[in-house]
């Protein structure tokens, strides 16, 4: 496993949002130049009104898991506020996948751009399509990892977890 910095990874903002809710995105993939794709979502994402970026971190290489007859990951996660409910960014976090060629063979499978919400505020969603906080995010060095760069302030709390990924990490919750 390795952390790459690239432009606007990591990347931080200090402009005020207006927007109502927290959300933590995780952002993954293992086809093609996924760096330069996560450069293009980066800039896909600034230019729409529907979400403001606050923060992303840096980019982590790292083997895949569930399926392992595939390339490396990268990974990363990105800190937006958003006015758009869990149901409404879920869909539209589907749509850009969508447009970046993601394409759902099987569970864990190779993909161009995977974008999954791992937390939303302070909710908790249990329904068919979808889970949040997103499940098994806790044992996802994919996404722990990550979340431990970014710089958290006001407004959240960090929580110690004790699980089997080479000991303990800090991450957080809402």
């Not at 909710?123 to 995010?137: C, D, F, S």
């Not at 994919?142 to 990490?169: D, E, Q, T, W």
Request: glycine share 4%.
């Amino acid at each position: 496993m390795k952390f790459f910095k690239r432009k606007n990874y990591p990347y931080q903002s200090f402009a005020k949002s207006n927007k109502k809710h927290f959300v933590l995105i995780g952002i993954g993939g293992n086809i093609g130049d996924s760096i330069r794709r996560f450069q293009k979502l980066f800039y896909t994402l600034k230019k729409n009104i529907k979400v403001d970026i606050l923060q992303t971190s840096p980019i982590l290489k790292n083997p895949p898991f569930g399926y392992q007859n595939q390339a490396d990951f990268y990974n990363a996660v990105m800190l937006i506020k958003t006015n758009l409910t869990p149901f409404e960014l879920l869909y539209f976090l589907q749509k850009i996948e969508k447009k970046y060629k993601r394409v759902r063979h099987f569970e864990n499978s190779p993909r161009t751009l995977d974008l999954d919400i791992i937390f939303y505020d302070k909710i908790r969603v249990i329904k068919p399509l979808l889970q949040i906080p997103h499940a098994k995010w806790h044992e996802r060095v994919s996404v722990v990892l990550p979340s431990m760069k970014l710089h958290l302030k006001n407004g959240f709390m960090v929580k110690l977890y004790k699980k089997n990924i080479k000991g303990a990490y800090e991450t957080f919750i809402f």
